[in-house]
C-alpha cells in the first residue's frame, strides 16, 4: 500500500469515525428535544392551536376561489422551465440569465459559490422561487381577516425561511469547505453547542448570539459611574456621579422597560445614553429592575408603579431636595410612566414637570407582529404555567421576538453555531439581549390582557391601578414622544397614536432606524437623522408627508426641548449626599442577578 493510499484510508477512517459520534450525539440530541414535548396546557402548544385555526381559514378561502392558486403554480412552473434551460445553457458554457435573484438584504446567499458554483446558483435560485410562489399563494387570498392573515404570513415565512439551503450541511457551500477542512470536526462541535443550548432553552431554542465571556456588567458593559442609593423588592435606584461643576436643578429619573436591564442605555462609555445625560449636565437616576423569581409572583403592575416611579421620586427628593423632576420613559418603562402620570393626576401629584417616552405603546390596538401571539387561549394557557412557576420566564419572550427577525436572529447563528461549529463574536448588544428578565405571574397576566388583549389603557377608567382608575387624557404633563421609523417590536404609527391621547403640549419625533438603535443612536456617530413636525394631525401618515428630516441624532433635539424654559444650575449633587445613604456602587447587585440565579 502506497503512503497516498495509506493517508486516504486513515482520512477516511478519520471521517467515518466522526459520522459515527455524530450520529450518536444526533440521537441523544433528539431525546432532549423530546423531553421537551409540550403539554395541552403549554402556550406555545395553545399558540399552534390558534395557527391550525387561522389556517383553515385560509384554506377554506383558497377552496372557495382555486383559480389564481392555479394561476400561481402555473407561473412557478414557467419559471422553472425556464431556470432548467439557463442553467442548461450555463453548463454547456453558454450565455445564461438569472431568473431570480435574492433581495440586496439578504445575507443567506452572500458566500461566492451561490453565484459561481452551477449547482449551488440552481439550489439558491429553485428555493428563491419556492419561497416566491407560497408568497404569492398567501398574497393571492384576499378576503381574509386581518388576523387570520397575519398569522398566516408569519407561518408561512418561518417555513419558507426554515427551509432554506443555507440552513442545510449538505446544501451550504460554506459548511461544506468547513467540513472538508475540519474532517467534520464542525459539526461535532456544533451538535455539542446545540446540545449545551437547549439544556439552558425554555418554550423554543434560545441560541447563543455572543460570547457570554466577554463581558461582565459592571466591567465592560454598565460602567458609568454611579451609586446604588436606594432598593426595595422590585428595584434599587442608581444616582449616577456628576462630570460637569454645575448641574440642572431639576434631576431627571429614567424608568427602563422591566422585560429587560437597564443596561441596554449604557453598553458602552461612547454610546451610553446615561453617561451622555450625566455631561450635558443632568443629576440622572435610574430604576434597575429587580430580576423576579417565584418569590415575586403576586407583584403587580401597580406595585411596579409604586415601588418604581413612585418610590423613587420621593428618594430624589431626599437626595437633592428637589421635587420636581423631568422623567424618561423606554418601551415598556414608558408605558409605566404613561400609567403613573395618570394616577399622579388622580392623585394631585405634579412632581413629573415632563415626560419623555422612548419607542413606547399605550395604544395597543395594533402592537405590530407580536400580536400574532395574543389571544385568549394562549394567555389562559400561559396564565396557567405561570401559576405554577410564579413567573413568566424571560427566555420564552426572547425566543419569540427573535422569530420576529428569524433571519437574523434566529437562523444566521443556526447556521454559525450548529452547522460551521464556530462561536458567537463578542457584541455587547447581542449579550445585552441575552441576558433576560424574568416577569412576575400578576404582573404579566394584568399587562397582556389589559394592554394587549383588550387595550384599555386608552380608555377613561379602563384601568385601575392601587384603587385609582386612569384616564390618560386627563395628563396635561409636556410630552416628548420618541418613536423608531423601523421599530418592529412598537411600531411607530401606533405609538403615535398613544401620543395623541394627551390633554398637553406634545412633541412627537421620529427616529430612523429600528426598536433600540433609533433610540441608542449618540450624536457622535451622525448616523439615521430623525423627522419633525410641528402640527399633530390624526393620521400619523400625513405627519409623515409634512415632517422634515433632521440630520444627527434626536438627543440633541431632546436637550433643547427639555430646556427650552431657561433653567437655574446649582452646584452637582455627589451621590450620598441629602438624606440618604450610599448601598453599593453602580452598576448594583440586581443588575447582575440572570435567571439562573432567580429560579433556583
Given at each position: 500500500m502506497t503512503e497516498q493510499s495509506q493517508s486516504?484510508?486513515?482520512?477516511?477512517?478519520?471521517?467515518?469515525?466522526?459520522?459515527?459520534?455524530?450520529?450518536?450525539?444526533?440521537?441523544?440530541?433528539?431525546?432532549?428535544?423530546?423531553?421537551?414535548?409540550?403539554?395541552?396546557?403549554?402556550?406555545?402548544?395553545?399558540?399552534?392551536?390558534?395557527?391550525?385555526?387561522?389556517?383553515?381559514?385560509?384554506?377554506?378561502?383558497?377552496?372557495?376561489?382555486?383559480?389564481?392558486?392555479?394561476?400561481?403554480?402555473?407561473?412557478?412552473?414557467?419559471d422553472q422551465v425556464n431556470l432548467w434551460q439557463q442553467t442548461a445553457l450555463r453548463f454547456a458554457g453558454l450565455d445564461s440569465e438569472v431568473v431570480i435573484a435574492p433581495e440586496k438584504s439578504d445575507r443567506r446567499f452572500s458566500d461566492d459559490e451561490w453565484s459561481e458554483n452551477i449547482v449551488f446558483d440552481y439550489i439558491k435560485q429553485f428555493y428563491l422561487l419556492q419561497s416566491k410562489a407560497v408568497k404569492g399563494a398567501v398574497g393571492s387570498v384576499d378576503d381574509l381577516s386581518d388576523n387570520t392573515k397575519s398569522k398566516v404570513d408569519f407561518l408561512m415565512r418561518q417555513y419558507v425561511n426554515a427551509l432554506s439551503p443555507s440552513n442545510f450541511a449538505a446544501t451550504n457551500p460554506e459548511v461544506i469547505r468547513k467540513t472538508l477542512e475540519t474532517g467534520g470536526e464542525n459539526l461535532i462541535t456544533g451538535m455539542e453547542q446545540l446540545s449545551s443550548d437547549l439544556k439552558g432553552s425554555v418554550g423554543g431554542l434560545n441560541v447563543t448570539m455572543s460570547d457570554l465571556s466577554a463581558f461582565k456588567v459592571g466591567r465592560n458593559v454598565a460602567t458609568t459611574p454611579g451609586q446604588v442609593i436606594f432598593e426595595n423588592d422590585m428595584m434599587q435606584l442608581i444616582q449616577y456621579t456628576p462630570t460637569t461643576d454645575k448641574v440642572f436643578k431639576r434631576p431627571v429619573l429614567v424608568v427602563p422597560p422591566f422585560?429587560?436591564?437597564?443596561?441596554?442605555?449604557?453598553?458602552?462609555?461612547?454610546?451610553?445614553?446615561?453617561?451622555?445625560?450625566?455631561?450635558?449636565?443632568?443629576?440622572?437616576?435610574?430604576?434597575?429592575?429587580?430580576?423576579?423569581?417565584?418569590?415575586?409572583?403576586?407583584?403587580?403592575?401597580?406595585?411596579?408603579?409604586?415601588?418604581?416611579?413612585?418610590?423613587?421620586?420621593?428618594?430624589?427628593?431626599?437626595?437633592?431636595?428637589?421635587?420636581?423632576?423631568?422623567?424618561?420613559?423606554?418601551?415598556?418603562?414608558?408605558?409605566?410612566?404613561?400609567?403613573?402620570?395618570?394616577?399622579?393626576?388622580?392623585?394631585?401629584?405634579?412632581?413629573?414637570?415632563?415626560?419623555?417616552?422612548?419607542?413606547?405603546?399605550?395604544?395597543?390596538?395594533?402592537?405590530?407582529?407580536?400580536?400574532?401571539?395574543?389571544?385568549?387561549?394562549?394567555?389562559?394557557?400561559?396564565?396557567?404555567?405561570?401559576?405554577?412557576?410564579?413567573?413568566?420566564?424571560?427566555?420564552?419572550?426572547?425566543?419569540?421576538?427573535?422569530?420576529?427577525?428569524?433571519?437574523?436572529?434566529?437562523?444566521?447563528?443556526?447556521?454559525?453555531?450548529?452547522?460551521?461549529?464556530?462561536?458567537?463574536?463578542?457584541?455587547?448588544?447581542?449579550?445585552?439581549?441575552?441576558?433576560?428578565?424574568?416577569?412576575?405571574?400578576?404582573?404579566?397576566?394584568?399587562?397582556?390582557?389589559?394592554?394587549?388583549?383588550?387595550?384599555?389603557?386608552?380608555?377613561?377608567?379602563g384601568i385601575e391601578l392601587d384603587g385609582v382608575k386612569l384616564d390618560l387624557r386627563q395628563v396635561d404633563t409636556p410630552t416628548y414622544f420618541l418613536s423608531a421609523a423601523q421599530d418592529h417590536i412598537a411600531k411607530w404609527s401606533s405609538t403615535y397614536s398613544g401620543a395623541q391621547l394627551f390633554k398637553g403640549d406634545v412633541k412627537f419625533v421620529l427616529a430612523g432606524s429600528g426598536h433600540i438603535a433609533g433610540v441608542v443612536n449618540p450624536p457622535k456617530a451622525n448616523k439615521y437623522g430623525y423627522w419633525l413636525n410641528d402640527d399633530m394631525p390624526t393620521d400619523s401618515d400625513v405627519w409623515f408627508k409634512g415632517a422634515k428630516k433632521q440630520e444627527g441624532s434626536w438627543w440633541t433635539d431632546w436637550q433643547s426641548w427639555v430646556n427650552k424654559t431657561p433653567s437655574k444650575k446649582v452646584k452637582s449633587r455627589q451621590p450620598g449626599e441629602g438624606s440618604v445613604q450610599v448601598i453599593e456602587a453602580a452598576p448594583g447587585s440586581y443588575v447582575s442577578q440572570t435567571i439562573a440565579d432567580v429560579i433556583k
Open positions: 486516504m484510508q486513515d482520512a477516511m477512517s478519520d471521517m467515518c469515525g466522526m459520522a459515527v459520534k455524530a450520529s450518536e450525539q444526533f440521537t441523544q440530541l433528539m431525546q432532549q428535544v423530546s423531553s421537551k414535548s409540550t403539554s395541552e396546557d403549554d402556550p406555545s402548544a395553545s399558540v399552534m392551536t390558534d395557527f391550525s385555526e387561522a389556517f383553515q381559514e385560509f384554506f377554506n378561502k383558497i377552496s372557495d376561489n382555486p383559480s389564481a392558486l392555479l394561476e400561481g403554480q402555473v407561473s412557478l412552473m414557467k422585560i429587560n436591564k437597564y443596561y441596554i442605555l449604557d453598553l458602552r462609555e461612547e454610546n451610553s445614553y446615561l453617561k451622555w445625560l450625566v455631561d450635558q449636565g443632568h443629576t440622572v437616576f435610574c430604576i434597575s429592575w429587580v430580576n423576579p423569581g417565584p418569590k415575586l409572583k403576586d407583584k403587580g403592575f401597580d406595585d411596579y408603579m409604586k415601588e418604581g416611579p413612585l418610590a423613587a421620586l420621593d428618594v430624589i427628593t431626599q437626595a437633592t431636595g428637589e421635587s420636581e423632576v423631568n422623567a424618561i420613559g423606554y418601551c415598556l418603562g414608558g408605558t409605566l410612566l404613561a400609567a403613573t402620570l395618570a394616577y399622579m393626576k388622580k392623585k394631585n401629584d405634579h412632581r413629573i414637570k415632563s415626560a419623555t417616552y422612548l419607542a413606547t405603546l399605550i395604544d395597543f390596538k395594533d402592537p405590530g407582529e407580536i400580536g400574532i401571539f395574543i389571544n385568549e387561549t394562549a394567555i389562559t394557557a400561559l396564565e396557567k404555567q405561570m401559576d405554577t412557576l410564579g413567573y413568566y420566564d424571560g427566555r420564552m419572550m426572547s425566543f419569540s421576538f427573535n422569530l420576529l427577525r428569524e433571519n437574523d436572529l434566529f437562523w444566521s447563528f443556526f447556521v454559525n453555531n450548529y452547522l460551521k461549529g464556530e462561536r458567537p463574536a463578542a457584541f455587547d448588544l447581542l449579550y445585552w439581549n441575552t441576558d433576560g428578565t424574568n416577569l412576575p405571574a400578576k404582573m404579566h397576566s394584568f399587562y397582556l390582557r389589559n394592554m394587549y388583549l383588550n387595550n384599555r389603557l386608552i380608555e377613561k377608567d
